[in-house]
């Protein structure tokens, strides 16, 4: 059973920064693609980051600010946001698969996300 689990959440005021993590455990898997996305209230769900072994995506609305990354020896994914908006404000989840996808759905393996608040 694979399982993701997020943590970093929280918190901050705008301007902030907070770094998101998502731990991939479980029987042994090594994604090829590992993906962030977020939903807001009464938003759909967006993709803001998705990396493989050698490239990265992001959408131009978050590459400025968020650098997503991984670490293959912990089987881990990162989201590192900076300069935080009122308007990111949202629940953010992961992804993982076998390909990159800019639709949550189409993951095979997804968490149960971690709330991002910000504070004007």
């Known amino acids: 059973q694979v399982q993701l689990a997020e943590s970093g959440g929280g918190l901050v005021q705008a301007g902030g920064s907070l770094r998101l993590s998502c731990a991939v455990s479980?029987?042994?898997?090594?994604?090829?693609?590992m993906g962030w996305f977020r939903q807001a209230p009464g938003s759909e769900r967006e993709l803001v980051g998705a990396?493989?072994?050698?490239?990265?995506n992001q959408p131009d609305s978050v590459k400025d600010r968020f650098i997503i990354s991984r670490d293959n020896a912990k089987n881990t994914v990162y989201l590192q946001m900076n300069s935080l908006k009122p308007e990111d404000t949202a629940i953010y989840y992961c992804?993982?698969?076998?390909?990159?996808?800019?639709?949550?759905?189409?993951?095979?393996?997804r968490g149960q996300g971690t709330q991002v608040t910000v504070s004007s």
């Open positions: 992804a993982a698969g076998s390909g990159c996808f800019a639709k949550w759905d189409l993951y095979a393996y």
């Open positions: 479980g029987r042994t898997f090594r994604p090829l693609c």
């Open positions: 990396i493989t072994w050698s490239s990265t």
